[in-house]
C-alpha cells in the first residue's frame, strides 16, 4: 500500500531506540499515530515559508495542521509560494495553500483561517501542542511571541510549569540569509529577550530628504513622506495601485534631476516604498524544513533539538551558525517577575507611576491595571471606581510582603507583566517602615 | 545516504525526457521580483536560458528541482530509474582567477583625482555647515594620510592603534566652549574607521561569460600595468553623511576612475581577442564593465569529481584527522566518514545498514569496521580520533531512510548552487557539504 512505503523513513525513526533522542523518548507505532491523528499544530503565515511549511509538516506525519494568514495572493509570490497559480491571484492565501495540500496529499486535514492573528482569541491558540511561525514582520512576531509566553506559569520554586509551555518554532528569509530557531518560553530566550538580534530598520532622517538627498532611495522617500501629502492631501497612498506608484516614481526621477543623481528606477520605487525583501525559493526551503524538523523532535522527541538559533548564510559556499542564546532574567514578556526595588510606603499610585516612567518596563505600559493573586488592587474599565481608593494606600499593606509579585496589565500586553516587590531597606522581609 | 547511493553502478541513458514550460505569458518582471532583486534581470535571464538536467527524482531530486523551476528554470532533463556512473557526471569544474592581489582599502591609497580632492578639503577653514557635511570617506582619507606620515607610512594594526585613530577622527570635532559638538559625519567616520585597514566585504557576485577567460587575462595586464598591483576600482560608494554637491562630487571622482580603470581592461581585452584571431568586439562593453565592477569577488572553486571524491586513497588523511579531532567539526566529519561506509557496506552486502530490525545491532559492527577500513587508507585511521559509536548507532537506525524535510534542506542547497553556477553570481560551494539535522550544524569539507 503507498501510504505503508510512504511512512518507512519516518518511522525508523519513531520505532527504533537512538543514542541521539530528546529527554524521555519512548519509541513505538503509538507516536506516529499521536501526530496524526491527534497532534495540532499551528501555522502563522502562509507565504513563502508558510507554503513550505505546510508541505514540509503534512509529509511528516502532522495530521491535523491550521494555518493563518490575512493576505491575498499576489502575482510576485509565484516565484516562491508553490502552493498558488496564476489564476488564484486576489484569493486569500490560508484557503487556498489549504486545499492543495488536501488535494495533494491525503489523509492531512488543513483548516485555513483567513484573518488577522489579532482577530483570534488567547483559547484559539492554546489548543495546540506547537506553534510555528514563517512571518516577515518583527511586529507580528512579538505578538506570537506574547502570545505563547502568556500561557506560562511558573512554580513557587520559580521554574516553568511545563504544562502552561507552549513552544513555538520561528523561521525567517532574506535572499539567501534565512534562520531558524526555538521558542520554548520558560526555557529559552524568548523574542524579547533577544529583540536585539534584529537589526533597527533604516529610516532617513527627513533633513536627509528635504535638504541633502544623495541617494535614489533618497529621492524616493521625499516624493512618498514629503510630496504626496503636499501634492495630493484628499488621497490616501495605496502602495498596491500602480497610478500612485508612478507617480512616486515619477515626481523622485524628478527630485534626482535636479539634484543630478542617478539611479531611480520603477522596481528601486517599489523596493523602498514597500519595504520588499528579496526573497528566493531555495532559502524558503531551507529554513522551513529545518523549523519542521525541530516541531518534529519537539513533539516526538525522536532527536535532540536545536540549542536555540540557527543561522544560515548561501552567498559564499554554505555557512551555517548555531548559537545558545541565553534568557533575559529581566524580560518583562517571559521571565518569572522582574524584580523592581521601592519603599514600602509607596502608595499603588506611586508605584503604577514608577513603572510607567521606568526606561525598560514603561516600553510596554500605557494605563495599567495591577493585580495581586486573585485580588483586583487597581483595575480600569468596570471595576475602576471600586479599587480606585486602594491607589493612595502603601503597597506594603496590599501584598504580603517584600518578593511578592504583583500582575500588571496594560492595552500594550497581551499577558500580564510580572513585577517582583523588592522593598528597599527591608532586608528580612517585614513590613515595618 | 540514498544521493550517495545513487553515484555508483552502471552508465545509462536518460530514461525520459521533458521540457516544462513556465507560463510564459505573465509578466515575468512582476513574478520574478522577489528574485530578481537578489541576481539581477541579467542572473534571471541567464536562469530562462538554462537547461539543467536531474539525475535521480528522489526526494532530495524533487525538492531541488521544484526550487529551481520556481527560480525561474524552464527547461529540464530528468533521469531517474537508471544507474549512473561518477564519470557521467564529468568534472564539476569552475574556474576563476586565483592570482589577483586582494582589493586593498582605497582610502589610505588614494588615485591622484582622489588625493587632489581629499586634500582640498580645507577642515580649518570650513564654515560649520560644510564641516559638519564633509563625507566620512574624505575624513578617513584624511585621517589615514595624517597617521600614515607620523607612523613611517604604516596603517593603525594593533587594537590601541585603532583606537587612537578613531580618537583622533573625533578630536577633530568642532568645540564651543570645550565640549565637542555632534558632528554625525565624524561619528561615522569613527564607526567605519575599518575600512581605512580593511577591504569591505559585500554580498558577492561575478557573471561567467564565454570570454570569461579574456577578461581575467585583461585583468591580470591591468594589475600589472595601470592598476599597480590593484584591482579596478568598483566606483560605487556608500550613502554618507554630506551635502549633496559634495557626495556627488566624491562620487563623481569614484566613478571616473572606475570608468577609466574599465576603459583600460576593455583595451586589452581588445588586444588579446585581436592576438588570437578573435573578433576584437566580441566581448560587448558592457560585460567588460560588469566583470571589473566585480573583479574584487573573484575566486577560485575547484571541485572534485565524485570519482574523485570517492576514489580508493582519495582523502587527503591529515585534514581528515584534523577535523575528526576538532570539537566543531568531529561530528560532521564522523557522519562524511559513515556516509561513505555505508555506501561500501551496500556494495558489499547489497543492503543499507539498518535494513531489518533484527540485525541493527550487527549492522552497526559491521558498519563500523567499514568505516575503520576507510580511515585506514586515508591514512586517517588509529589514533584517539575515530567515529562516535553514537553516529554509528545513529547512522543504523536510519537505514538510509530520506525524511522529507532533510530531503527539503538538502535539495534546497542543490537547487541554490545550481543556481550560482547558472547566474554566475556568488561563491559555489567548494567541497562536500556534510548536514547534520540532528545538531542543526554543518560544516563544508574539501579533504
Same mark, same amino acid.
Given at each position: 500500500?503507498?501510504?505503508?512505503?510512504?511512512?518507512?523513513?519516518?518511522?525508523?525513526?519513531?520505532?527504533?531506540?537512538?543514542?541521539?533522542?530528546?529527554?524521555?523518548?519512548?519509541?513505538?507505532?503509538?507516536?506516529?499515530?499521536?501526530?496524526?491523528?491527534?497532534?495540532?499544530?499551528?501555522?502563522?503565515?502562509?507565504?513563502?515559508?508558510?507554503?513550505?511549511?505546510?508541505?514540509?509538516?503534512?509529509?511528516?506525519?502532522?495530521?491535523?495542521?491550521?494555518?493563518?494568514?490575512?493576505?491575498?495572493?499576489?502575482?510576485?509570490?509565484?516565484?516562491?509560494?508553490?502552493?498558488?497559480?496564476?489564476?488564484?491571484?486576489?484569493?486569500?492565501?490560508?484557503?487556498?495553500?489549504?486545499?492543495?495540500?488536501?488535494?495533494?496529499?491525503?489523509?492531512?486535514?488543513?483548516?485555513?483561517?483567513?484573518?488577522?492573528?489579532?482577530?483570534?482569541?488567547?483559547?484559539?491558540?492554546?489548543?495546540?501542542?506547537? @506553534?510555528?511561525?514563517?512571518?516577515?514582520?518583527?511586529?507580528?512576531?512579538?505578538?506570537?511571541?506574547?502570545?505563547?509566553?502568556?500561557?506560562?506559569?511558573?512554580?513557587?520554586?520559580?521554574?516553568?510549569?511545563?504544562?502552561?509551555?507552549?513552544?513555538?518554532?520561528?523561521?525567517?528569509?532574506?535572499?539567501?540569509?534565512?534562520?531558524?530557531?526555538?521558542?520554548?518560553?520558560?526555557?529559552?530566550?524568548?523574542?524579547?529577550?533577544?529583540?536585539?538580534?534584529?537589526?533597527?530598520?533604516?529610516?532617513?532622517?527627513?533633513?536627509?530628504?528635504?535638504?541633502?538627498?544623495?541617494?535614489?532611495?533618497?529621492?524616493?522617500?521625499?516624493?512618498?513622506? @514629503?510630496?504626496?501629502?503636499?501634492?495630493?492631501?484628499?488621497?490616501?497612498?495605496?502602495?498596491?495601485?500602480?497610478?500612485?506608484?508612478?507617480?512616486?516614481?515619477?515626481?523622485?526621477?524628478?527630485?534626482?534631476?535636479?539634484?543630478?543623481?542617478?539611479?531611480?528606477?520603477?522596481?528601486?520605487?517599489?523596493?523602498?516604498?514597500?519595504?520588499?525583501?528579496?526573497?528566493?525559493?531555495?532559502?524558503?526551503?531551507?529554513?522551513?524544513?529545518?523549523?519542521?524538523?525541530?516541531?518534529?523532535?519537539?513533539?516526538?522527541?525522536?532527536?535532540?533539538?536545536?540549542?536555540?538559533?540557527?543561522?544560515?548564510?548561501?552567498?559564499?559556499?554554505?555557512?551555517?551558525?548555531?548559537?545558545?542564546?541565553?534568557?533575559?532574567?529581566?524580560?518583562?514578556?517571559?521571565?518569572?517577575?522582574?524584580?523592581?526595588?521601592?519603599?514600602?510606603?509607596?502608595?499603588?499610585?506611586?508605584?503604577?507611576?514608577?513603572?510607567?516612567?521606568?526606561?525598560?518596563?514603561?516600553?510596554?505600559?500605557?494605563?495599567?491595571?495591577?493585580?495581586?493573586?486573585?485580588?483586583?488592587?487597581?483595575?480600569?474599565?468596570?471595576?475602576?471606581?471600586?479599587?480606585?481608593?486602594?491607589?493612595?494606600?502603601?503597597?506594603?499593606?496590599?501584598?504580603?510582603?517584600?518578593?511578592?509579585?504583583?500582575?500588571?496589565?496594560?492595552?500594550?500586553?497581551?499577558?500580564?507583566?510580572?513585577?517582583?516587590?523588592?522593598?528597599?531597606?527591608?532586608?528580612?522581609?517585614?513590613?515595618?517602615? | 545516504?540514498?544521493?550517495?547511493?545513487?553515484?555508483?553502478?552502471?552508465?545509462?541513458?536518460?530514461?525520459?525526457?521533458?521540457?516544462?514550460?513556465?507560463?510564459?505569458?505573465?509578466?515575468?518582471?512582476?513574478?520574478?521580483?522577489?528574485?530578481?532583486?537578489?541576481?539581477?534581470?541579467?542572473?534571471?535571464?541567464?536562469?530562462?536560458?538554462?537547461?539543467?538536467?536531474?539525475?535521480?527524482?528522489?526526494?532530495?531530486?524533487?525538492?531541488?528541482?521544484?526550487?529551481?523551476?520556481?527560480?525561474?528554470?524552464?527547461?529540464?532533463?530528468?533521469?531517474?530509474?537508471?544507474?549512473?556512473?561518477?564519470?557521467?557526471?564529468?568534472?564539476?569544474?569552475?574556474?576563476?582567477?586565483?592570482?589577483?592581489?586582494?582589493?586593498?582599502?582605497?582610502?589610505?591609497?588614494?588615485?591622484?583625482?582622489?588625493?587632489?580632492?581629499?586634500?582640498?578639503?580645507?577642515?580649518?577653514?570650513?564654515?560649520?555647515?560644510?564641516?559638519?557635511?564633509?563625507?566620512?570617506?574624505?575624513?578617513?582619507?584624511?585621517?589615514?594620510?595624517?597617521?600614515?606620515?607620523?607612523?613611517?607610512?604604516?596603517?593603525?594594526?594593533?587594537?590601541?592603534?585603532?583606537?587612537?585613530?578613531?580618537?583622533?577622527?573625533?578630536?577633530?570635532?568642532?568645540?564651543?566652549?570645550?565640549?565637542?559638538?555632534?558632528?554625525?559625519?565624524?561619528?561615522?567616520?569613527?564607526?567605519?574607521?575599518?575600512?581605512?585597514?580593511?577591504?569591505?566585504?559585500?554580498?558577492?557576485?561575478?557573471?561567467?561569460?564565454?570570454?570569461?577567460?579574456?577578461?581575467?587575462?585583461?585583468?591580470?595586464?591591468?594589475?600589472?600595468?595601470?592598476?599597480?598591483?590593484?584591482?579596478?576600482?568598483?566606483?560605487?560608494?556608500?550613502?554618507?553623511?554630506?551635502?549633496?554637491?559634495?557626495?556627488?562630487?566624491?562620487?563623481?571622482?569614484?566613478?571616473?576612475?572606475?570608468?577609466?580603470?574599465?576603459?583600460?581592461?576593455?583595451?586589452?581585452?581588445?588586444?588579446?581577442?585581436?592576438?588570437?584571431?578573435?573578433?576584437?568586439?566580441?566581448?560587448?562593453?558592457?560585460?567588460?564593465?560588469?566583470?571589473?565592477?566585480?573583479?574584487?569577488?573573484?575566486?577560485?572553486?575547484?571541485?572534485?569529481?565524485?570519482?574523485?571524491?570517492?576514489?580508493?586513497?582519495?582523502?587527503?588523511?591529515?585534514?581528515?584527522?584534523?577535523?575528526?579531532?576538532?570539537?566543531?567539526?568531529?561530528?560532521?566529519?564522523?557522519?562524511?566518514?559513515?556516509?561513505?561506509?555505508?555506501?561500501?557496506?551496500?556494495?558489499?552486502?547489497?543492503?543499507?545498514?539498518?535494513?531489518?530490525?533484527?540485525?541493527?545491532?550487527?549492522?552497526?559492527?559491521?558498519?563500523?569496521?567499514?568505516?575503520?577500513?576507510?580511515?585506514?587508507?586515508?591514512?586517517?585511521?588509529?589514533?584517539?580520533?575515530?567515529?562516535?559509536?553514537?553516529?554509528?548507532?545513529?547512522?543504523?537506525?536510519?537505514?538510509?531512510?530520506?525524511?522529507?524535510?532533510?530531503?527539503?534542506?538538502?535539495?534546497?542547497?542543490?537547487?541554490?548552487?545550481?543556481?550560482?553556477?547558472?547566474?554566475?553570481?556568488?561563491?559555489?560551494?567548494?567541497?562536500?557539504?556534510?548536514?547534520?539535522?540532528?545538531?542543526?550544524?554543518?560544516?563544508?569539507?574539501?579533504?
Amino acid at each position: 500500500m503507498e501510504l505503508e512505503g510512504r511512512w518507512r523513513d519516518l518511522d525508523y525513526l519513531l520505532t527504533r531506540q537512538g543514542n541521539v533522542v530528546g529527554p524521555g523518548f519512548e519509541p513505538g507505532p503509538e507516536i506516529r499515530e499521536f501526530l496524526h491523528n491527534d497532534c495540532r499544530v499551528l501555522v502563522v503565515g502562509a507565504g513563502g515559508l508558510g507554503c513550505e511549511l505546510l508541505k514540509d509538516l503534512a509529509l511528516s506525519g502532522f495530521g491535523n495542521i491550521d494555518v493563518i494568514d490575512m493576505d491575498t495572493i499576489d502575482v510576485s509570490n509565484l516565484n516562491r509560494q508553490f502552493l498558488f497559480r496564476m489564476q488564484d491571484v486576489g484569493q486569500s492565501k490560508a484557503e487556498v495553500a489549504a486545499r492543495r495540500i488536501q488535494q495533494r496529499i491525503p489523509g492531512v486535514t488543513v483548516t485555513p483561517h483567513h484573518c488577522m492573528i489579532q482577530d483570534k482569541a488567547l483559547d484559539f491558540y492554546e489548543q495546540f501542542h506547537v @506553534i510555528v511561525l514563517g512571518l516577515d514582520s518583527l511586529e507580528a512576531r512579538r505578538y506570537m511571541n506574547s502570545v505563547a509566553c502568556s500561557f506560562l506559569e511558573y512554580d513557587e520554586e520559580g521554574q516553568p510549569d511545563l504544562a502552561t509551555v507552549k513552544p513555538m518554532v520561528d523561521g525567517g528569509t532574506e535572499g539567501f540569509k534565512g534562520h531558524a530557531r526555538v521558542l520554548i518560553p520558560g526555557v529559552t530566550p524568548c523574542f524579547e529577550c533577544t529583540l536585539w538580534l534584529f537589526p533597527p530598520q533604516t529610516k532617513f532622517p527627513l533633513c536627509t530628504l528635504a535638504e541633502t538627498p544623495r541617494s535614489p532611495a533618497h529621492c524616493i522617500e521625499y516624493a512618498k513622506i @514629503i510630496l504626496w501629502p503636499k501634492e495630493r492631501p484628499d488621497d490616501s497612498f495605496d502602495a498596491d495601485c500602480e497610478e500612485h506608484m508612478k507617480w512616486v516614481y515619477d515626481k523622485a526621477l524628478a527630485r534626482a534631476a535636479e539634484f543630478g543623481i542617478q539611479g531611480v528606477t520603477y522596481q528601486l520605487t517599489q523596493g523602498v516604498v514597500k519595504n520588499i525583501i528579496p526573497a528566493i525559493a531555495s532559502t524558503n526551503a531551507i529554513v522551513a524544513a529545518q523549523c519542521t524538523l525541530e516541531a518534529l523532535k519537539m513533539v516526538t522527541m525522536c532527536s535532540t533539538g536545536l540549542n536555540n538559533y540557527m543561522m544560515y548564510v548561501g552567498t559564499d559556499g554554505v555557512y551555517t551558525l548555531t548559537t545558545p542564546y541565553e534568557r533575559d532574567d529581566k524580560c518583562p514578556i517571559c521571565s518569572a517577575g522582574i524584580t523592581f526595588e521601592v519603599p514600602p510606603s509607596t502608595t499603588l499610585q506611586q508605584l503604577i507611576d514608577q513603572l510607567v516612567a521606568d526606561p525598560d518596563l514603561g516600553k510596554h505600559l500605557s494605563a495599567p491595571s495591577v493585580s495581586y493573586g486573585s485580588t483586583n488592587l487597581f483595575m480600569r474599565g468596570a471595576l475602576e471606581a471600586q479599587t480606585r481608593p486602594n491607589l493612595e494606600k502603601p503597597i506594603s499593606d496590599l501584598v504580603d510582603g517584600d518578593g511578592s509579585i504583583v500582575h500588571v496589565n496594560d492595552r500594550k500586553l497581551v499577558a500580564a507583566m510580572k513585577i517582583r516587590l523588592k522593598f528597599s531597606g527591608s532586608t528580612n522581609g517585614t513590613m515595618e517602615m | 545516504m540514498s544521493r550517495e547511493a545513487s553515484l555508483s553502478g552502471d552508465t545509462s541513458t536518460p530514461t525520459h525526457s521533458l521540457a516544462l514550460s513556465g507560463e510564459m505569458a505573465v509578466d515575468k518582471s512582476k513574478r520574478y521580483d522577489r528574485g530578481i532583486r537578489v541576481w539581477g534581470a541579467h542572473g534571471q535571464e541567464a536562469l530562462e536560458a538554462a537547461r539543467v538536467c536531474l539525475l535521480n527524482a528522489g526526494p532530495t531530486g524533487t525538492e531541488a528541482l521544484k526550487n529551481l523551476v520556481l527560480g525561474g528554470i524552464h527547461s529540464f532533463t530528468i533521469v531517474d530509474g537508471a544507474k549512473v556512473t561518477a564519470a557521467d557526471l564529468g568534472n564539476n569544474f569552475l574556474l576563476t582567477a586565483d592570482s589577483l592581489a586582494g582589493s586593498r582599502a582605497r582610502l589610505s591609497n588614494p588615485w591622484p583625482e582622489l588625493a587632489r580632492y581629499v586634500e582640498g578639503v580645507d577642515l580649518a577653514s570650513a564654515e560649520d555647515q560644510l564641516h559638519s557635511h564633509v563625507p566620512y570617506a574624505v575624513l578617513l582619507a584624511k585621517a589615514a594620510k595624517q597617521w600614515q606620515e607620523q607612523h613611517d607610512g604604516k596603517l593603525p594594526g594593533s587594537y590601541p592603534e585603532r583606537a587612537a585613530f578613531k580618537d583622533m577622527i573625533r578630536s577633530w570635532q568642532r568645540h564651543i566652549d570645550g565640549i565637542p559638538l555632534e558632528e554625525e559625519n565624524f561619528a561615522e567616520a569613527a564607526s567605519n574607521a575599518h575600512k581605512v585597514w580593511a577591504p569591505p566585504t559585500v554580498s558577492p557576485e561575478l557573471r561567467a561569460s564565454p570570454g570569461f577567460w579574456v577578461l581575467v587575462a585583461a585583468l591580470r595586464r591591468f594589475i600589472e600595468g595601470e592598476g599597480k598591483g590593484l584591482l579596478p576600482l568598483e566606483g560605487s560608494i556608500p550613502d554618507m553623511h554630506a551635502s549633496t554637491q559634495q557626495y556627488l562630487e566624491l562620487q563623481r571622482i569614484y566613478r571616473a576612475k572606475a570608468d577609466a580603470d574599465a576603459a583600460a581592461v576593455e583595451a586589452h581585452a581588445r588586444a588579446i581577442l585581436e592576438g588570437a584571431g578573435r573578433d576584437p568586439a566580441a566581448i560587448p562593453a558592457a560585460d567588460i564593465k560588469h566583470f571589473c565592477k566585480h573583479a574584487r569577488y573573484l575566486r577560485l572553486v575547484r571541485c572534485r569529481s565524485l570519482a574523485e571524491e570517492t576514489g580508493a586513497g582519495s582523502c587527503r588523511g591529515g585534514a581528515l584527522r584534523a577535523a575528526l579531532a576538532a570539537e566543531d567539526t568531529a561530528a560532521s566529519a564522523a557522519l562524511y566518514v559513515l556516509l561513505r561506509a555505508a555506501d561500501r557496506f551496500h556494495q558489499t552486502y547489497q543492503r543499507y545498514p539498518g535494513s531489518y530490525d533484527s540485525e541493527v545491532e550487527e549492522d552497526a559492527a559491521l558498519l563500523k569496521s567499514q568505516a575503520q577500513a576507510l580511515l585506514a587508507e586515508c591514512g586517517a585511521g588509529g589514533g584517539a580520533a575515530g567515529v562516535a559509536d553514537d553516529l554509528v548507532g545513529e547512522v543504523c537506525r536510519c537505514a538510509a531512510g530520506e525524511l522529507h524535510v532533510v530531503a527539503a534542506v538538502v535539495g534546497a542547497v542543490a537547487a541554490q548552487e545550481a543556481i550560482k553556477i547558472v547566474t554566475g553570481q556568488f561563491v559555489p560551494l567548494g567541497g562536500v557539504l556534510i548536514y547534520n539535522a540532528m545538531a542543526c550544524t554543518s560544516s563544508v569539507f574539501a579533504f
